[in-house]
């Protein structure tokens, strides 16, 4: 927490001086009592000793006076507060092994899926744009508020050939951060990358460490999820009229590596249910940026709240006020 006007602050060294006349005045006041009347006779005509009760009511007073005042010197906290411009690069893997059927119907169909049912629900303040990756990678759908160009784009997503992790990950950073930038001297947009694959690296021109070093180095978290199961299967058709069954088991190491080079979460995804839990999660994630803000009302309201119950106390319990 910081202040805006922290000479304010000093007003606090009048809370001991307050204290130190509190203290003098209740043993003036105990001084005087005893002087002028006689302890034994004192319970006929009281009928209940404060104690140490009295002593609630001014020291709920005191901080409220200390709340007061330290809203003058106008508290600053760094809070979370939602974006106004935000980012997000969803990097889709179709690579051949994304067409098993071990996460229904198969585990690309599940990734389109799924995203369509975040398009939904994600705010419209959002830019989204979509990278598919096989042995290159591509960007189907720029950043962009438009929902509808987004799922147009996953309509024309096929499966091919190699998995370029480190392509898709650098290629997803560079369009994101570059979406809304008039100049390219602007501050980078915003930008969160998820990144959707079985996990097996193959082929690329940057390795995925490479690319999520990169990515680590220019402030864009990437979160990954590792679609499939140990028991994948697609069937590659061969000449002859046969096929032939390829076991494609997820490899999550890669994927698990990258999120935490990256400052992002990894998440292992058997299912399609399950995959909607990762878009709730990168909606909480991305909605909210730390922020400095001013705090004073929070302060103010807090101290005038503690005057009514010090003084509501007192007055119910010691029937005066203090």
Request: glycine share 8%.
């Amino acid at each position: 927490m910081s202040f805006a006007s922290p000479i304010y602050l000093l007003a606090l060294l009048a809370v001991p001086v307050v204290v130190a006349a509190y203290v003098w005045h209740d043993r003036r006041r105990s001084d005087v009592a005893d002087r002028f009347s006689s302890p034994a006779l004192l319970p006929n005509v009281v009928d209940r000793e404060p104690g140490r009760l009295r002593h609630v009511p001014p020291a709920i007073l005191l901080v409220a006076l200390a709340a007061l005042l330290c809203a003058f010197a106008r508290p600053q906290a760094h809070v979370s507060v939602p974006r106004e411009n935000a980012t997000i690069m969803i990097a889709v893997d179709t690579s051949r092994s994304m067409a098993a059927k071990d996460v229904s119907p198969t585990r690309l169909d599940a990734a389109k899926k799924s995203i369509r049912d975040f398009l939904a629900k994600a705010p419209d303040a959002y830019r989204i744009g979509v990278v598919s990756f096989a042995s290159t990678a591509r960007v189907v759908a720029p950043p962009s508020r438009d929902r509808t160009l987004v799922d147009e784009a996953l309509n024309q997503l096929r499966v091919g050939q190699g998995t370029a992790l480190g392509d898709a990950i650098a290629r997803a950073v560079e369009v994101g951060q570059g979406a809304g930038r008039a100049d390219p001297a602007d501050k980078p947009t915003p930008t969160t990358v998820l990144l959707i694959s079985d996990g097996k690296e193959d082929g690329g021109t940057i390795s995925a460490q490479q690319a999520s070093q990169t990515a680590r180095n220019r402030g864009v978290h990437v979160n990954t999820v590792a679609l499939g199961t140990e028991d994948g299967v697609v069937e590659v058709p061969l000449q002859g009229g046969y096929t032939e069954r390829v076991q494609v088991p997820t490899n999550p190491a890669t994927l698990r590596a990258v999120a935490q080079t990256t400052g992002g979460r990894f998440f292992a995804v058997p299912s399609a249910h399950q995959l909607q839990q990762v878009y709730a999660d990168l909606a909480s994630q991305v909605g909210k940026e730390k922020k400095w803000r001013e705090v004073s009302v929070a302060f103010a309201g807090a101290g005038a709240l503690m005057l009514l119950v010090g003084g509501a106390f007192s007055a119910s319990w010691f029937r005066r006020l203090p």
